[in-house]
């Protein structure tokens, strides 16, 4: 009995504290990249990113959040259910109190607009420059696009 009681006083207090901070059964995402503005404060369902500490989707009422992102796909789960899927490079995710969403990434593309055959030799050729290179500095910046050339194919294929 004494454990229904507190399950009681735990929602109750839960609900009130839900209400303080003010959230909301909608999520608000803007998706933009330097190249385009994919959303802009539109109402979605959920949204999936890669971040460097791992891939998480976000619903509404999601804890707050501010994350990196890693090259990788950006999925989209809009209210009707259409799912849209983008490539980024990099970027930042912020998932604000309000239930709000901004994803910003440095460059950004619709998946079904991804060339794979271009990633492939973009690959072959900084896996080149990577192994050929002497200056550390041109090795780590082989690498990076080694890196996000890799994730370009995967998510195209």
């Given at each position: 009995m004494?454990?229904?009681?507190?399950?009681?006083?735990?929602?109750?207090?839960?609900?009130?504290?839900?209400?303080?901070?003010?959230?909301?059964?909608?999520?608000?995402?803007?998706?933009?990249a330097?190249?385009?503005?994919?959303?802009?404060?539109?109402?979605?369902?959920?949204?999936?990113?890669?971040?460097f500490?791992?891939?998480?989707?976000?619903?509404?009422?999601?804890?707050?959040?501010?994350?990196?992102?890693?090259?990788?796909?950006?999925?989209?789960?809009?209210?009707?259910?259409?799912?849209?899927?983008?490539?980024?490079?990099?970027?930042?995710?912020?998932?604000?109190?309000?239930?709000?969403?901004?994803?910003?990434?440095?460059?950004?593309?619709?998946?079904?607009?991804?060339?794979?055959?271009?990633?492939?030799?973009?690959?072959?050729?900084?896996?080149?420059?990577?192994?050929?290179?002497?200056?550390?500095?041109?090795?780590?910046?082989?690498?990076?696009?080694?890196?996000?050339?890799?994730?370009?194919?995967?998510?195209?294929?």
């Open positions: 004494l454990f229904v009681k507190n399950a009681r006083l735990l929602v109750k207090c839960g609900t009130r504290l839900m209400q303080a901070r003010g959230y909301a059964n909608e999520m608000k995402l803007t998706f933009a330097a190249n385009r503005t994919f959303y802009d404060n539109a109402d979605v369902l959920q949204i999936d990113v890669p971040s500490s791992g891939s998480f989707g976000i619903l509404a009422n999601h804890v707050p959040t501010l994350a990196a992102l890693k090259p990788g796909v950006v999925q989209v789960i809009e209210n009707d259910g259409k799912i849209i899927k983008y490539f980024v490079s990099s970027g930042t995710v912020t998932v604000n109190e309000d239930s709000s969403v901004q994803v910003l990434a440095e460059e950004a593309h619709e998946i079904k607009d991804i060339d794979i055959s271009e990633a492939r030799l973009l690959l072959s050729k900084y896996q080149s420059i990577m192994s050929s290179s002497s200056s550390d500095v041109a090795k780590a910046e082989a690498a990076v696009a080694v890196e996000c050339c890799e994730a370009l194919i995967k998510a195209a294929e």
